[in-house]
């Protein structure tokens, strides 16, 4: 069981109004209910958390707050600042200084950072846009997030997770009273998603409120004054964690409605001969010419081994991961690889897949599905052949092959013809994972396969990961969380500046000595 966390230090007494409360919110999609009878309050100056499974209605409540889901599209009241408000749109939330930012990116890539930042509300000077100034702001914001790219670089040349900061930098840019965080540092690793939690309990002593979802609970526990749990579109309980200590197992039985006692399941390695092999890769950056990201890569998984790659933001793990995958990414890729110790083909994607590779993307949403398209059209999408007659599409065949993946990973759907963009963040990630499976992979590639998951759904995740590897499947996972990887793999290989600079066996390996690897690799680099 896990300990209970220490209470934050003591803050200054609530004010006695709330800053928004909302009333009996529900909301109903098509005769099914997503949220019912919602009650919340947010007081000015208070980090208040919003937890629950994936597809309890966090995202979908806070829509409704934000005039995503306008009046009356839902039945209840929304109190801001002592007064009934009901929104038309978002623009009437963002007039009164609440400001989302959802899971889904809203960046224009072919844009700069600054422009991105002022986007509609650029400065100027007798109506001709000020460049200097709006450059100025823009490095001063990326300051407050802790990005150092130029604002003049362009979004599509930045990694996901530096997207997520120019997105919170461009909130930062409005006048906020109340900012809703929708897993903000889902794409950061540790020691951004740090400076990120410092940024907030920064904005809480300046009198801002915010509102944070997130499924990692040792973050909620740090920075949280309060939260609130819902379970199935309704709200369950508050917790004050100024108060009282909150434990993470506490949190979890409320969210789930029972205990979960192990947070990894349990299992017993069945590792055979190498199965697949990668020699002296390299991969340079597809911009900036000269620039390699990958540099000689050699690793190695074995069959039923699960094979971690630690490392921070920026080393390279992604780029690694496509540029093997069909070259992906990447440009003069080159190398070997090897499967059963011959030489593969891996230089389009779909070679790779005849070579027996599948890759579940860290980037579902854009790289990973047709959000538009049904789960059954996704589920097929990397194997048409299993579910084509004489080079027809056989759509029984399709819908069958989806409704058993459904219930294999237990996807909650109205059914398999549902469009995925309506599927909570976890039940994306099953389509995806349903999609490679399908394929029938030798070895498959994971990239952050639980990011923006709860801790229910990620259970069910790495439950599906052990039993791919007891059937014989080599898996290669990439993950930001260390926890994550210390739980579920047989060995690791940490990655630093595109370099492979340590091996560890399970049991050798510890936070301390991943980060002892970075940290010693790039002293080594720099003396």
């Known amino acids: 069981m896990a300990e209970a966390i220490p209470m934050p230090p003591a803050r200054a007494p609530e004010a006695a109004a709330p800053l928004l409360e909302l009333r009996g919110i529900t909301k109903r999609f098509h005769g099914v209910t997503a949220l019912e009878q919602v009650h919340l309050k947010v007081h000015p100056g208070e980090i208040h958390a919003l937890v629950g499974e994936n597809g309890a209605g966090k995202s979908t409540l806070m829509k409704v707050v934000s005039g995503v889901y306008p009046h009356p599209d839902y039945e209840g009241e929304i109190h801001f600042e002592g007064e009934e408000r009901r929104f038309g749109g978002i623009v009437d939330s963002e007039a009164l200084g609440i400001i989302i930012i959802h899971q889904e990116l809203a960046l224009v890539p072919q844009l700069s950072i600054a422009?991105?930042?002022?986007?509609?509300?650029?400065?100027?000077?007798?109506?001709?846009?000020?460049?200097?100034?709006?450059?100025?702001r823009a490095r001063d914001l990326l300051d407050r997030v802790g990005l150092r790219e130029s604002p003049d670089t362009r979004v599509a040349d930045l990694g996901i997770g530096q997207q997520q900061l120019v997105e919170i930098a461009k909130a930062l840019a409005k006048s906020v009273r109340l900012l809703i965080l929708d897993e903000p540092t889902a794409s950061l690793n540790e020691s951004d998603s740090e400076a990120l939690l410092d940024r907030l309990m920064e904005l809480r002593a300046q009198g801002i409120a915010c509102i944070l979802?997130?499924?990692?609970?040792?973050?909620?526990?740090?920075?949280?004054?309060?939260?609130?749990?819902?379970r199935d579109g309704r709200s369950i309980t508050t917790m004050d964690c100024r108060h009282e200590p909150v434990s993470e197992d506490r949190i979890i039985q409320a969210m789930v409605g029972r205990d979960l006692a192990d947070r990894?399941?349990?299992?017993?390695?069945?590792?055979?001969?190498?199965?697949?092999e990668l020699r002296d890769w390299r991969a340079f950056h597809p911009v900036q010419t000269g620039r390699e990201v990958v540099r000689g890569v050699n690793l190695h998984v074995r069959r039923g081994e699960i094979v971690g790659i630690a490392g921070l933001m920026g080393a390279g793990r992604?780029?690694?991961?496509?540029?093997?995958?069909?070259?992906?990414?990447?440009?003069?890729?080159?190398?070997?690889?090897?499967?059963?110790?011959e030489a593969v083909d891996v230089s389009t994607v779909p070679k790779a897949i005849r070579a027996g590779l599948a890759y579940v993307t860290e980037d579902r949403k854009s790289l990973g599905l047709l959000l538009n398209e049904s789960i059954a059209c996704n589920t097929s999408l990397a194997n048409l052949a299993g579910v084509s007659r004489a080079g027809v599409l056989d759509a029984a065949r399709e819908h069958s092959v989806?409704?058993?993946y459904r219930r294999q990973l237990a996807t909650r759907c109205r059914d398999v013809e549902q469009q995925t963009v309506h599927l909570s963040g976890g039940n994306q990630q099953k389509v995806v994972l349903a999609k490679w499976l399908f394929s029938k992979p030798r070895l498959l590639i994971l990239d952050e396969p639980t990011r923006g998951i709860d801790v229910g759904a990620k259970f069910e995740i790495y439950s599906l990961i052990a039993q791919l590897a007891e059937s014989g499947c080599g898996i290669l996972m990439i993950s930001s969380e260390m926890p994550e990887l210390l739980g579920m793999c047989d060995r690791m290989y940490v990655m630093n500046e595109g370099r492979m600079v340590a091996e560890l066996d399970a049991a050798d390996a510890s936070q301390e000595r991943i980060m002892g690897a970075i940290v010693g690799a790039r002293e080594l680099r720099h003396a």
């Open 115 to 136: 422009e991105n930042l002022f986007l509609n509300h650029e400065p100027a000077r007798f109506g001709v846009i000020d460049r200097m100034a709006m450059y100025r």
């Open 213 to 230: 979802i997130s499924h990692k609970l040792n973050e909620i526990t740090r920075v949280a004054d309060r939260l609130t749990v819902l």
């Open 264 to 276: 990894y399941p349990r299992r017993t390695p069945k590792i055979g001969e190498r199965l697949f």
């Open 318 to 341: 992604t780029e690694l991961a496509m540029s093997v995958f069909g070259r992906s990414y990447g440009r003069r890729v080159s190398g070997t690889a090897l499967m059963d110790g």
């Open 402 to 404: 989806a409704q058993d």
